[in-house]
């Protein structure tokens, strides 16, 4: 079992396995130097990356996020804009400061090694940091896999069978097991994760914790809302958000707005934030961060009887649906495609909505199927290795979608064919059959189709 606090995590954009992962990475390979008494005696760090990260590393952030990580920089609280500045100076011949102390000459062309064709047999997602001495000789040598959703694994970890680091009253492993649980033990899904979260905290704290999340997404969606200009790279895509908003208000006030057009805006904006290397949540990853936020939202403001207390269960009931996902499946896209980060999400919100609405377990479980089912084979072909297109609007259709889901589902009596495991094991097995070129190499798909492949 994970807490909800590892799916919904505040870090930066475009991604979540392509920023957020690598410079925590990079981070505990410093940790790890300082711990062992080593520090000190380093005269050169390298790193490597491979598959998905070296394919796509530029458009998704990844070098800035190995550079800065190495200086000890953290996803929650690093400045977005000094990040870039720092990653420029750094590759243009500045020191390295490792651990944000220690001074090192840096040659970005020889010290930061891009693997584009070559993929470790563990995972897409491969980082390799080794720490030499002056003549040469290694220090530390270690393997990092950046799973999806921020999560790092060592070569070691990611070996070694699951073991909870902590017991909790109600373990679940599938979703039938967690919807046995609400009704033997008469609880919500919210209430049931709430009460797995008390052994980390007390119950204030976590609602506190979980109301921040939610006002950063809240945040997230008024900056997307306001900033315009372009986004990052050279493909010239401009922010709409702002724009958008502008124009559905105008036509509200005239009576001819439809409401079901905002939470594809919110969705919009957020992802726009997100591709500019904005401060994000990731929710389960980022280049899936709209969704959520946008579901959300639309509860706040068109929810008759929205209130902060459905804001936490909101929150709990789509990180229960984000566990199953990342216990039994995947949740990067790197491995499953983007049925991983977009279908994941949509399947969240769309469970989250319908319990908010007052759903039962069964119409809960129903909305979240649904969500999944209609996301299957969905591929992750970012063109030129950006998180642009079509990862911006893909969120928005996805937000729609989450909420008409969960309306659907309400009007049913939650019987369905498919169950929710069922569509999580096919989620997965789709995603091993998939092609790599489909899975986030930008080698694919619209990448190759609209522009150049990022390689």
């Known amino acids: 079992m994970i807490s909800v606090f590892d799916l919904f995590k505040i870090g930066i954009g475009p991604s979540s396995s392509h920023t957020v992962g690598p410079m ?28 998905s990260l070296a394919l796509t590393g530029a458009g998704h952030g990844t070098i800035a ?10 996803p929650a609280t690093v400045d977005p804009q000094h990040l870039q500045a720092r990653a420029q100076a750094l590759q243009l011949g500045a020191d390295l400061l490792l651990a944000g102390s220690k001074a090192l000459p840096f040659n970005f062309a020889c010290d930061l090694l891009l693997h584009r064709h070559q993929f470790l047999p563990q995972h897409a997602n491969g980082l390799r940091f080794r720490a030499l001495v002056a003549d040469g000789r290694v220090l530390a040598d270690e393997t990092y896999f950046s799973v999806g959703g921020g999560f790092v694994q ?21 979703a039938a097991e967690l919807m046995a649980l609400c009704r033997v033990h008469n609880r919500t899904i919210a209430q049931i994760m709430l009460e ?3 052994v980390h905290l007390p119950a204030a704290e976590v609602r506190r914790r979980l109301l921040a999340i939610a006002g950063v997404m809240q945040d997230c969606i008024a900056r997307g809302g306001q900033c315009e200009g372009e986004l990052p790279g050279d493909y010239h895509v401009r922010r709409r958000a702002p724009a958008i908003m502008k124009k559905l208000q105008m036509l509200q006030q005239a009576g001819r707005g439809d409401i079901m057009l905002w939470p594809m805006v919110y969705a919009i904006a957020v992802s726009e934030e997100n591709a500019a290397g904005g401060r994000i949540v990731t929710a389960p990853t980022n280049g899936a961060a709209g969704i959520i936020p946008a579901v959300l939202q639309y509860y706040r403001n068109f929810a008759p009887n929205a209130s902060d207390e459905g804001i936490v269960d909101f929150l709990l009931t789509a990180a229960a649906i984000g566990l199953l ?23 969240m919100a769309a469970g989250a909505y319908c319990a908010v609405l007052g759903g039962t377990l069964a119409q809960i479980e129903n909305a979240a199927e649904i969500a999944m089912e209609h996301h299957l084979g969905l591929t992750c072909d970012p063109v030129g290795g950006l998180v642009q297109v079509p990862c911006v609007e893909r969120n928005g259709v996805a937000a729609e979608k989450a909420i008409k889901v969960a309306q659907l589902a309400l009007l049913e009596n939650g019987e369905h064919l498919v169950s929710l495991d069922k569509v999580i094991e096919t989620m997965l097995r789709t995603g091993q059959d ?14 190759l189709t609209v522009g150049l492949p990022a390689c």
């Open 325 to 347: 996902y990342k216990m039994n499946a995947s949740i990067s896209g790197a491995e499953v495609g983007c049925q991983g980060e977009v279908g994941v999400a949509c399947s």
């Open 154 to 174: 060592t070569e070691a970890e990611l070996a070694a069978p699951l073991a909870d680091a902590l017991t909790v009253p109600y373990p679940f492993r599938s």
């Open 24 to 51: 925590v990475a990079a981070r505990r390979f410093v940790q790890q130097l300082q711990d062992s008494g080593v520090l000190a005696s380093v005269a050169r760090v390298e790193a490597n990356l491979y598959g």
């Open 434 to 447: 998939m092609q790599h070129s489909y899975k986030e190499t930008a080698l694919g798909g619209l990448a």
């Open 196 to 198: 797995n979260e008390l």
């Open 65 to 74: 996020a190995v550079l800065l990580g190495l200086e000890g920089a953290e």
